[in-house]
C-alpha cells in the first residue's frame, strides 16, 4: 500500500482514481497533479516506483489542501458563520439547505428520515393506542 498525505491508496487502482481517495482531490485535480508530476493516468499504483511516489506526494502537500487541513478548514468556516448568525449559519444550526434550495417537499438528505404526520390508517392508528395504553413495567 502506498500512503500519501496520511491516507493508504489501493495498489490495484489506476493512478487517476487512486489519487481520488484523497479528501479534497477530485477527477478533475488528478489531471494536473499527473502531468505535473509525469506520470501516465493509466498505470496502476502497484508500478510506480519510490521516486515517483515522492513525487506526487510533494505534489500534492504543496499544492493542495487534503484531507485533514481541508476538513478542519471546511468546518471552521461554518463555525465562523454559525458565530456570526448570518443566514447560511442558522441553516446549518438547523440542519437544513443553506444555499436556497426548497424545503417545503424534498431536502431529504439534508434534513433525514421523517415520519409522516397526519393520515394513519384505522389498523395503524389502533395499535399505537394500543401501546400508548399499556402500561411500562
Known sequence: MIRI???DLPDEKRVD??????????RSNVVPILKEAKID???????LNE?????LAKIVEK????????RRSVSESIKR???????RGTRHTKKLPARGQRTRTN???KRGKRMT???????DRARTEETKAEPAK
Not at 51 to 55: A, H, I, K, T
Not at 81 to 87: A, C, K, P
Open 17 to 26: 482514481i487512486a489519487l481520488t481517495y484523497l479528501y479534497g482531490v477530485g
Open 107 to 109: 431536502a431529504r438528505t
Open 41 to 47: 493516468a493509466g498505470r496502476r499504483l502497484k508500478t
Open 81 to 87: 458563520l454559525i458565530d456570526i448568525r448570518s443566514y
Open 5 to 7: 498525505a496520511g491516507v
Open 63 to 70: 499544492n493542495y489542501s487534503v484531507e485533514g487541513d481541508l
Open 117 to 123: 404526520v397526519g393520515a394513519l390508517k384505522k389498523e
Open 51 to 55: 521516486e515517483e511516489v515522492n513525487r
